[in-house]
């Protein structure tokens, strides 16, 4: 399965957390994007698989963190301390090939679904 499959997104209140996850078999980089009605899409993290190594976006600094699983070829975003402007649907996108800047879209091959988290009380 090399489209990225999310999961795990829903409604939580402020301040609250959240995991989520996406499974994939193109696990050289994994980014997570997030959207948000009528702005544009933004990095939130991401991870070189093979060096475990992470990137956060100014969203994501301080309260989020993403991580990677091998043996089940998922990656996962836990997500804390969430904030009502954190209501977005996340993106996971991945690539095979990973040489380009990790926080940037066109550097990845294949991006999932979506998935919606909204936060709100």
């Known amino acids: 399965q090399v489209q990225p499959v999310e999961s795990g997104g829903g409604l939580v209140q402020p301040g609250g957390s959240l995991r989520i996850s996406c499974t994939t078999a193109?696990?050289?980089?994994m980014g997570w994007f997030r959207q948000a009605p009528g702005k544009e899409r933004e990095f939130v993290a991401g991870?070189?698989?093979?060096?475990?190594?992470?990137w956060y976006g100014d969203p994501a600094k301080g309260r989020f963190t993403i991580s990677r699983d091998n043996a089940k070829n998922t990656g996962y975003l836990q997500m804390n301390r969430l904030l009502p402007e954190d209501t977005a649907v996340y993106y996971c996108?991945?690539?095979?090939?990973?040489?380009?800047?990790?926080?940037?879209?066109?550097?990845?091959?294949?991006w999932g679904q979506g998935t919606q988290v909204t936060v709100s009380s």
């Open positions: 991870i070189r698989w093979s060096s475990d190594s992470p």
């Open positions: 193109a696990r050289n980089l």
């Open positions: 996108a991945t690539t095979a090939v990973g040489d380009g800047r990790i926080e940037s879209p066109g550097t990845y091959d294949y």
